[in-house]
């Protein structure tokens, strides 16, 4: 197992899965999916669509029930006050009370989380122009995610899963989010647990990285080790070819007399000094290239 | 740091934030009050309203002999709609917030147990208050009306606050059986208990058990007919609630 969270002091799992299985209607959402979450990291669920990212929150959280092995700060999450109570989970598709306002929202929260931050959450109801007596049914989808964001951060739960949380944000105020999650990450570490589809967007945030496809996870690993998995190269065609000679090459674009290569295995000791000799330029691979190629289906598997 | 994120230190200071209860089933009676303005004034505004009208139709009628009404009813029948979505609307959303099946039903029902004792001591007053004032000048029995009228205050309490607790029960009931089966449950559920009334009905009528069945009513006091018949159909309708919510993932 990797240890993550290197130079925070000593680490520990807060949630682990173990050959979970979920079906809904004869059909798999999840397949023997296993998993860790270690303590104080940000962590990135990402995948298409329908992988199976919100059920796996949902399982973790006790919101339904799957076969397998589910343990949240060492229990199982299923019914269980104590570990519930250190628990926020912020669906995307929470629902609330017909007559509830903004502030009725908050005032619940207040009494359900036991950590709590009321002054926080006004401050953050109040950058995201959330106002306090709105009735929620009237909120705009990006309202709706703001209030999921203002709940899940100002809870201070030790941990806390955002599920797609940008839904309908514009640039500003998910750029906003990101700011008030880092802020919030180092003032106060927890426990992050962040599906999305953003995944660009969202690359810089995150230290351990799951991507999960029909069901299976795919990817698990350190976001650093992830981006050092591939790099893309490119220049003239004969440049770029005679740089992935021997090298295992997962996806090339050619304009008629350029190319670009994306090559496994990361870089190698004198690879800048080959580039430069050559004439062809290396740069990282983004992690949404390293998604999109590990799940599309003709190609699933081929980083592993 | 920035200003909008305070340290924590201060800030349970700074804003009056709700008392937070220790365990979570009172937390969840608790959650049941966070939004009482949209939601108490419904009940009593409703009984208002039919009792004013009720006030004006006897007022201006001339007769000698006491008039009674069952407006009384009208707070019972609104009350379903409150019962039937603290599990159809509030449930989603306490699970949402990290609450237990166990505690949100537990604590649901604690909450109308003492709604139903607030609102008991509140018709009891009232009916004291008619009783006091010989039908509110027009002889109007209202919340006295003959049905439900005991003349022991701890027997009329019990007439006014149980059947709060059996309509709860009922509409509890039918919106467990809505987060656990959806709307094709509850359909299901109609469907079964328009059977099994028909049945019943053909069968005491085919028997001619009419006369028997209108003489047991008949001999039935207020108190066991409101306060005691009532009560072992909300104990069993309140255990297979809680044994359905338990795998309720709404």
């Given amino acids: ?304 | 740091m920035t200003a909008t994120t305070p340290d924590t230190s201060t800030s349970q200071a700074a804003v009056a934030a709700p008392r937070r209860p220790r365990h979570p089933v009172v937390r969840v009676a608790r959650l049941q009050f966070v939004a009482w303005p949209y939601t108490l004034p419904w009940p009593w505004g409703i009984l208002a309203l039919s009792f004013a009208i009720n006030l004006v139709i006897f007022g201006s009628v001339d007769e000698a002999d006491a008039a009674w009404t069952g407006g009384l009813a009208s707070i019972y029948f609104v009350q379903i709609f409150a019962y039937v979505q603290h599990f159809t609307r509030g449930f989603p959303f306490a699970l949402g917030m990290s609450v237990t099946r166990r505690a949100y039903y537990l604590g649901t029902w604690l909450y109308v147990g003492l709604e139903a004792l607030a609102f008991g001591a509140v018709l009891l007053a009232l009916r004291f208050a008619e009783s006091a004032t010989d039908g509110w000048g027009v002889s109007l029995e209202y919340f006295g009306v003959r049905f439900v009228r005991e003349e022991g205050v701890a027997l009329q309490y019990a007439v006014y606050v149980v059947p709060f607790l059996l309509i709860a029960a009922v509409g509890g009931f039918l919106g467990v059986v809505t987060v656990r089966w959806g709307g094709n449950g509850l359909l299901t559920l109609m469907a079964g208990v328009i059977l099994t009334a028909g049945v019943v009905v053909l069968v005491v009528g085919r028997a001619h058990w009419w006369d028997s069945v209108g003489d047991w009513f008949a001999g039935q006091s207020a108190t066991a007919l409101f306060a005691g018949w009532p009560l072992p159909v909300m104990v069993v309708l309140g255990l297979l609630g809680y044994a359905m919510i338990r795998r309720a993932t709404p």
């Fill in chain 1, 1 to 304: 197992m990797n240890v993550v969270g290197v130079g925070r002091g000593e680490t520990s799992n807060v949630a682990e899965v173990r050959g979970v299985t979920k079906t809904y209607g004869g059909q798999t959402v999840l397949d023997d999916v296993s998993l860790t979450v270690a303590e104080n990291t940000i962590h990135g669920l990402l995948g298409h669509n329908g992988a199976g990212k919100t059920t796996l929150m949902r399982v973790l959280t006790g919101r339904v029930f799957a076969h397998g092995d589910v343990r949240v700060f060492g229990e199982a999450p299923v019914e269980n006050d104590g570990v519930l109570g250190r628990v926020c989970f912020v669906g995307e598709d929470q629902r609330y009370p017909d007559h509830y306002q903004v502030r009725h929202v908050l005032e619940a929260a207040a009494l359900l989380f036991r950590t709590w931050d009321a002054a926080y959450a006004d401050a953050l109801a109040t950058d995201f122009a959330l106002p306090a007596r709105r009735g929620v049914r009237k909120l705009s989808r990006g309202m709706r995610s703001a209030l999921g964001i203002v709940v899940g951060l100002a809870s201070r739960a030790p941990l806390t899963l955002f599920d797609e949380p940008h839904l309908g944000l514009d640039a500003a105020f998910r750029q906003l989010f990101h700011d008030r999650l880092l802020a919030e990450y180092a003032e106060h570490p927890r426990t992050i647990l962040l599906s999305t589809h953003l995944i660009d967007e969202v690359g810089d945030l995150l230290e351990r990285v799951t991507v999960i496809d029909a069901g299976r996870i795919v990817i698990d690993d350190d976001a650093d080790d992830l981006r050092a998995r591939a790099v893309s190269v490119s220049g003239p065609v004969a440049a770029v070819d005679s740089f992935t000679e021997g090298r295992e090459v997962l996806q090339v674009e050619r304009l008629t007399s350029v190319s670009r290569a994306t090559v496994a295995g990361g870089r190698r000791p004198d690879d800048t000094e080959l580039a430069r000799h050559l004439g062809v330029e290396l740069e990282p691979v983004s992690l949404q290239d390293l998604v999109v190629r590990t799940t599309g289906h003709s190609r699933r598997g081929a980083l592993r």
